[in-house]
């Protein structure tokens, strides 16, 4: 019964996530295909990471009771897999699509992806190590993998509609291969004083995601790309409303 709860409890807040971050999506409606392929592409990103972790890192230099010498270099390229597996697939596919087009958006599509990728894996976690794995994981990482990669995609879209080269986002995604290798190096350390560490990484880098998330619909709004403010598309449809009309050309509700 306990286990059936946890279950449950990671995919509600899963869902919960991307609920709030949809809703909260003031601008230009987004394609629903692309938003199930961009958790779809987490997926597919676990599966890929997966299959280069147990090609490339012994298990044993992660495990408690690792030399800090094997466990680091192991837990940055745990780091590096993860991260890449999640963020670029997505990135090349969306980088140039027209309605990856709102500070938003970086964050929503991203985030998407990251649940996509942490929610198998904190399923498998709990069913294959048990309820206290699962408590633990359920407790400090439900939005770890979402947080880190909806903050690179927010870097991503910063880079678009700044007009700057997309290859920019190197540098915050290396920022987050060390963030998440300290992460894991903490985790399987066996130290109580880098344990802690880890616990304020994840805690911080899940609210980090809610206040870049509120940066971003600010910024929007800033941009006229939002109906709150300047009211440049209908809240009831998503269609253009480019004269700030009360009411929407396209669907005759309020705008």
Same mark, same amino acid.
């Given at each position: /019964? ?19 971050? $949809?809703?909260?999506?003031?601008? %230009?409606? %987004?394609? $629903? ?11 597919? !990103?676990?599966? /890929? ?17 690792? +030399? ?12 590096? $897999? %993860? %991260? ?21 958006? !970086?964050? $929503? ?52 509609? !700044? ?34 560490? +880890? ?32 009211? +440049? ?23």
């Amino acid at each position: /019964m306990l286990l059936f709860v946890m279950l449950t409890t990671f995919i509600g807040l899963a869902v919960g996530l991307a609920w709030f971050l $949809i809703s909260r999506d003031h601008g %230009e409606k %987004e394609p $629903i295909g692309m938003l199930w392929l961009a958790a779809g592409f987490g997926m597919l !990103g676990a599966v /890929m990471a997966a299959f280069l972790e147990n090609r490339l890192i012994p298990v044993s230099h992660l495990l408690p009771g690792a +030399s800090y010498g094997t466990l680091l270099p192991a837990a940055l390229a745990v780091g590096a $897999i %993860e %991260e890449s597996c999640k963020f670029l697939p997505l990135a090349f596919v969306l980088y140039k699509r027209r309605y990856f087009n709102e500070y938003t958006d !970086g964050v $929503i599509y991203f985030a998407l992806a990251g649940l996509g990728f942490g929610l198998p894996e904190n399923l498998l976690y709990t069913l294959q190590f048990g309820t206290q794995t699962g408590l633990g994981r359920l407790l400090m990482t439900p939005f770890f993998h979402a947080a880190i990669t909806g903050l690179i995609g927010y870097c991503l879209i910063r880079c678009k509609l !700044g007009r700057r080269s997309p290859w920019l986002v190197g540098l915050p995604l290396l920022g987050a291969i060390l963030v998440h290798g300290a992460y894991d190096f903490g985790m399987s350390s066996g130290s109580l004083l880098y344990s802690d560490a +880890s616990v304020a990484i994840t805690l911080g880098v899940s609210l980090g995601l809610f206040a870049v998330f509120l940066r971003a619909n600010d910024q929007d709004r800033e941009r006229g790309l939002s109906v709150v403010g300047d009211n +440049s598309f209908c809240r009831s449809c998503g269609h253009p409303n480019p004269h700030h009309n009360l009411y929407c050309a396209h669907c005759g509700k309020n705008a």
